[in-house]
T-cell receptor
Framework: GAVVSQHPSRVICKSGTSVKIECRSLDFQATTMFWYRQFPKKSLMLMATSNEGSKATYEQGVEKDKFLINHASLTLSTLTVTSAHPEDSSFYIC?????????????FGEGSRLTVL | RKEVEQDPGPFNVPEGATVAFNCTYS??????FFWYRQDCRKEPKLLMSVYSSGNEDGRFTAQLNRASQYISLLIRDSKLSDSATYLC????????????FGTGTRLLVSP
């Protein structure tokens, strides 16, 4: 299957700082990538859809100025959590799909666990 | 009401047992349905799609009941390696990429 790499896998930062998470499709071009957030014992929640070369589409309730998404190339999307607060501590995971994948098949990165102190 | 609801479990079963999970969804306009598997602290991976006529893949059988808005997954002859969290996933429109995930049902298969 297609490979999606996410970095960093873990990050700890101080409140008020910004954190950037990278999501790369390693062996395919991903015109669309998705960013999810998962709190403990909760379901994966779609935050935004990232389209290469255009603005991301954010889900209701997700602050676009706080969670900046950039999809500058067909293999890289970044999520920047700006002015992070402890309540932003969560598991952030990206995913992508490719034209050759099965219906409904998303390829997920390994996830990034953010802890804001 | 949650869009996709699952019993979180855990379901503890011995090797060789048959186990079934159910999932309900709230949006009757949902178009596509899937089961994903997520191992501990790993990313989710597609296990199988769920079709109206039901479908089988080896030891795994998935069924859809649109009238009652529920989906099921049956695992026969459980293996230790089946231990994982099984996520029920629904696509709300024909653009299948926008997926809604349940919280998952945890399965523990013991020797």
């Amino acid at each position: 299957g297609a490979v999606v790499s996410q970095h960093p896998s873990r990050v700890i930062c101080k409140s008020g700082t910004s954190v950037k998470i990278e999501c790369r499709s390693l062996d395919f071009q991903a015109t669309t990538m998705f960013w999810y957030r998962q709190f403990p014992k909760k379901s994966l929640m779609l935050m935004a859809t990232s389209n290469e070369g255009s603005k991301a589409t954010y889900e209701q309730g997700v602050e676009k100025d706080k969670f900046l998404i950039n999809h500058a190339s067909l293999t890289l999307s970044t999520l920047t959590v700006t002015s992070a607060h402890p309540e932003d501590s969560s598991f952030y995971i990206c995913s992508a799909t490719t034209s050759g994948s099965r219906v409904g098949e998303l390829f997920f990165g390994e996830g990034s666990r953010l802890t804001v102190l | 009401r949650k869009e996709v609801e699952q019993d979180p479990g855990p379901f503890n079963v011995p090797e060789g047992a048959t186990v079934a999970f159910n999932c309900t969804y709230s949006n009757s306009a949902s178009q596509s349905f899937f089961w994903y598997r997520q191992d501990c602290r790993k990313e989710p991976k597609l296990l199988m799609s769920v079709y109206s006529s039901g479908n089988e893949d080896g030891r795994f059988t998935a069924q859809l009941n649109r009238a009652s808005q529920y989906i099921s997954l049956l695992i026969r002859d459980s293996k230790l390696s089946d231990s994982a969290t099984y996520l029920c996933v629904v696509a709300l429109n024909t653009g299948f990429q926008k997926l809604v995930f349940g919280t998952g049902t945890r399965l523990l298969v013991s020797p």
